[in-house]
C-alpha cells in the first residue's frame, strides 16, 4: 500500500473546506488540514503574481489519486488549480493502517 499526501491550493478556506469534505463524503480521504491564510508568488500567465491562499494536506492512498483529482476540478475556482501527491515513505504504522481503514469504509 503506498499513501500519499496531496497538496492543494484555494482561493479561500470556505473554497478548502468545500473541496475536503466533497472528498471526506467520498472517503477518498481520511484526513486533511487546512493552513492559511498562505502568500504565494507564482508565474501565471507570462507574469509573476502573488495570491493570498490556502493550503490543504490531504492524506490518502496513492490509488485514488486520480479519483480526487478529478473531484478536486469539479469543485475548484482556479483554471489550473495545484494538485500534486507526495509521497510518505515512512509513518507510524496503526496510523497508516487507520488511513486504510477509514478508506475501507471502517
Not at 13 to 33: D, F, Y
Not at 54 to 66: G, Q
Not at 72 to 84: D, G, N, Q, W
Amino acid at each position: 500500500m503506498k499513501y500519499v499526501v496531496v497538496v492543494v491550493t484555494t482561493s479561500s478556506r470556505e473554497e478548502a473546506n468545500k473541496i475536503v469534505n466533497a472528498l471526506l463524503n467520498e472517503k477518498l480521504i481520511a484526513c486533511a488540514n487546512i493552513f492559511g491564510p498562505v502568500s504565494s508568488s507564482f508565474w501565471w500567465q507570462g507574469k509573476i503574481d502573488k495570491a493570498e491562499e490556502y493550503l490543504v494536506f490531504m492524506k490518502t492512498e496513492a490509488e485514488l489519486f486520480e479519483k480526487i483529482t478529478s473531484c478536486i476540478k469539479r469543485l475548484h475556482s482556479y483554471e489550473v488549480p495545484e494538485i500534486i501527491a507526495l509521497p510518505i515513505v515512512k509513518g507510524f504504522k496503526p496510523y497508516l493502517e487507520w488511513i486504510s481503514n477509514t478508506l475501507a469504509g471502517e
